[in-house]
């Protein structure tokens, strides 16, 4: 009778720090990807602004892919 219940209480808590993990590896992935992304923009823009709109553009879609690929994690 109490055996279910503790199964469940088990498997969210395990549930649980497994999204915590996650969230905090791709946040911290994407916080880097972010800071190369900007540091490349700035770099790009000496060549001209339309080459930095499309490397940081670029940037973004990376940054979008990664949230849904741990959105589908």
Do not use: D, H, W
């Not at 649980?16 to 700035?42: E, H, Q």
């Not at 790009?44 to 930095?52: D, F, L, T």
């Amino acid at each position: 009778m109490c055996k279910p219940a503790l199964a469940t209480a088990l498997f969210s808590t395990i549930l649980f720090l497994l999204g915590g993990v996650t969230s905090l590896v791709f946040g911290f992935l994407g916080m880097k990807i972010a800071t190369y992304a900007n540091a490349r923009t700035t770099l790009e823009v000496r060549k001209g602004v339309g080459k930095a709109f499309i490397t940081a553009f670029r940037s973004g879609a990376v940054m979008g892919f990664l949230l849904a690929a741990n959105g589908q994690l």
